[in-house]
């Protein structure tokens, strides 16, 4: 997304602390300066969520490179915890868009109750392709550590969308509680 706009500033966060990570590191893109606002109207306590010490959350996950390019990785809300690990559901979709049966992938963490989490891959397979949950697997497990292969693959004619075209995947999330009989 580039650098920051001048007389502003931006930080790659821990979610959790909000200390400052280090260069290429994962972590919560924030903002400040005068383009940022200064709260909500009339609600101090959306306010103290979104703005810590001056630094507005973005809720956007990213990176910055040595010479403050930053990069948008995820959404904070669509991080999952799986057994304590956080994983990045974008690293696993752009994996899964390079095989050659999948037109369109989305991940999900579905509840899980001994890991709190576990990972669900929504696939549309490119047309005439046929790829089974064992594929999308081993071709996870070829080439990411283990705690990122989906456990759940559902295949799909298409994604739940808004009407700006914005995949819900809160609605493909219940989709997976609702199938699997979780919660």
């Known amino acids: 997304v580039g650098s ?18 280090l260069r290429g590191e994962r972590g919560e893109i924030c903002t400040r300066g005068y ?11 959306a ?11 973005t809720g956007d996950l990213g990176t910055m490179d040595d010479e403050g390019h930053v990069s948008v990785v995820g959404r904070l809300t ?17 994996l899964l ?5 999948v037109e369109s992938v989305q991940i999900v963490g579905v509840p899980d109750e001994r890991l709190g989490e576990e990972l669900a891959a929504f696939v549309i397979a490119v047309p005439g392709a046929g790829v089974t949950d064992d594929e999308i697997r081993d071709f996870c497990r070829e080439r990411l550590a283990r705690f ?11 994604f739940p969308m808004t009407v700006t075209g914005k995949i ?6 219940q989709q997976a509680v609702d199938a699997l009989g979780l919660e």
């Open 4 to 21: 920051a706009l001048p007389h502003t500033e931006i930080k790659i966060a821990d979610p959790e602390t909000q200390a400052a990570v």
């Open 35 to 45: 383009l940022v606002m200064r709260g909500y109207w009339d609600d101090e306590e």
């Open 47 to 57: 306010t103290r969520r979104a703005v810590v010490n001056g630094w507005m959350r």
């Open 78 to 94: 669509d991080m999952v915890i799986r057994g304590g690990e956080n994983i990045y559901p974008r690293e696993i979709e752009e």
């Open 97 to 101: 868009f390079t095989h050659t049966s």
């Open 148 to 158: 990122k292969v989906p456990r759940y693959v559902f295949r799909v004619e298409e």
């Open 168 to 173: 819900q995947k809160f609605v493909l999330r």
